[in-house]
């Protein structure tokens, strides 16, 4: 079974300051998706960022970007020029691409910006 | 568009009691989900629904029940609460099955049993 590890249970970053954010994953399939998702405090789920497996090419969105390594299975989030409204938690997320299969959500970094 | 929406936002419970958890989305997705979320794990799926008329046991559906009322609502069911379901629930949707990317979360609910 696939396991998602977010070993940072909390962070904190100055604002303005770049913050990076750790997760680690667990699956024997090759072929497969992984995404941050932001929940801030109204509890609402939000996409962040999204990479495919099969692309060696980290994804960008404005601030936000990842390092995936995928032979040590590492997919961590930095997020730069940190602003209050980052403030939230994190989580990781797993989908395997094949067929029907669910999301695997690790358990989450609540980040903190310190103004 | 409101997106998705759930109701209510918080609740208490007695040991024993029933209620249902609502869930309407506004975006024409075909699959819906709920899910919980407890301190220190990560969401955990109870139910989905791929489509109208289908649902499906995710990995946590003991206790629960649920129903696919048409294609915008997806009704959570607890027939007889306990303390162990003390934890907020998420709906969902997208698009297609599994299909993250366009999956949306509703605003959750804080339910709280005794």
């Known amino acids: 079974a696939q396991t998602v590890t977010q070993s940072q249970p909390e962070m904190s970053v100055q604002e303005a300051e770049t913050v990076t954010l750790s997760c680690t994953y667990d699956?024997?399939?090759?072929?497969?998706?992984l995404f941050w998702y932001k929940q801030p405090p109204s509890r609402q789920m939000i996409l962040v960022i999204r990479?495919?497996?099969?692309?060696?090419q980290n994804a960008t969105e404005n601030r936000f970007s990842v390092n995936f390594q995928k032979a040590a299975k590492s997919f961590s989030l930095k997020i730069s020029d940190s602003q209050l409204g980052d403030a939230a938690m994190y989580f990781c997320a797993y989908r395997f691409n094949f067929g029907n299969e669910k999301l695997t959500f690790g358990t989450g970094t609540r980040l903190t910006i310190i103004p | 568009n409101a997106g998705v929406t759930q109701t209510p936002k918080f609740q208490v419970l007695k040991t024993g009691q029933s209620m249902t958890l609502q869930c309407a989305q506004d975006?024409?997705?075909?699959?819906m989900y709920w899910y919980r979320q407890d301190p220190g794990m990560g969401l955990r799926l109870i139910y989905y629904s791929a489509s109208e008329g289908t649902t499906d046991k995710g990995e946590v559906p003991n206790g629960y029940n649920v129903s696919r009322l048409n294609k915008r609502e997806f009704s959570l069911r607890l027939e007889s609460a306990a303390p162990s379901q003390t934890s907020v629930y998420f709906c969902a949707s997208s698009e297609a099955l599994h299909q993250v990317e366009t999956q949306y979360f509703g605003p959750g609910t804080r339910l709280l049993v005794l």
């Open positions: 990479q495919e497996a099969y692309k060696q």
């Open positions: 975006m024409n997705h075909n699959s």
């Open positions: 699956t024997s399939e090759s072929d497969y998706y």
